[in-house]
């Protein structure tokens, strides 16, 4: 039987929009998915979503992501982390304990990781026992996060270096109905860096990751024309922001992050609502419903 998957790109802090499509989705009862993959942000989201608990991704963008725990330009500028991904996994299971029980009596999860060594994705299904080094990996963002995790044999970085968006990585694994939720309006495009030339000096002791770097957006955009033009056995189903979407990787104003998860949770409950028959959506009432 032909399984379905639901796909969550990260984004930093651009999740606020996952994080309300994925709230939408608990507070409807929706989970008709065999399996998830998430990347970096994505993957702490679906936690969440897999543990059932409602607005707890939520709190972690709006109340500690935005602390000086987790990004500090002082701390950055003095040689320490810029966003330190450990601190705010640790202080999140602290203040918003995850239902253990009913997040690992669930779906399989899996998280995208960047091995270091190869410069490729490796994809690992989430556990109880290796959940705190698997996340602190996939969203251990290049320079940003000085450590590079090491487990498993291997040491690793953001997944979203190799596999911002591991839609092909679902249907490798028999999906051929895929649900994917993007950081970034339909129509994105990723462009070129014109900065390989910093990240290869400042990443001079793991060349292989630079080079990854350098080759991402090409990745990217190739993840996104597979969305757009899928295979002849398969269904891809896209929520994406709007176009006037005003998050952006770095945003921690709240009022602005309130403004994304209220976009999030609408794209959520339209999406379920035209897929039940409820409403239907044209394509510029609803992009979200749409590939």
Sequence with gaps: MDKKALVVEGGAMRGIFAA????????????????????????????????????????????LAPSKGFYSLARFATGGHLTDVKWLSETSLQEYPLDI?????N?????ATTDIETGRANYFQITQHNMRNVIEATTAL?????????FSGGCFTDGAVADSIPVKEAYRKGARDITVILSHPINYSMPESNSHWLMKRLL????????????????YN?????IRCPPVDATIRVIAPPE??????????????D???????????????????????????????YA
């Design 259 to 289: 403004v994304g998860y209220q976009m999030g949770l609408d794209a959520g409950n339209e999406h379920i609502a035209h897929l039940s028959g409820v409403k239907e959506f044209t394509p510029e009432e609803c992009p979200a419903c």
């Design 222 to 226: 190739q993840a996104l024309d597979f």
């Design 20 to 63: 309300g499509v994925l709230d939408a989705f608990i507070e409807r009862q929706y989970q008709p998915f065999q399996f998830c993959i998430g990347v970096s942000a994505g993957a702490s989201n679906l936690l969440g979503y897999l543990s059932g608990q409602s607005r707890r991704n939520y709190k972690i963008i709006t109340e």
């Design 107 to 111: 779906i399989p999860l899996y998280a």
């Design 101 to 105: 029980e009913k997040l690992f009596s």
């Design 142 to 150: 290049p320079v940003a996060y000085k450590e590079m995790p090491c």
């Design 204 to 219: 001079s002791d793991n060349p292989v990751v630079a080079q990854a770097l350098q080759t991402r957006a090409k990745r």
């Design 244 to 257: 006037e979407f005003p998050v952006k990787r770095l945003t921690r104003k709240r009022e602005v992050l």
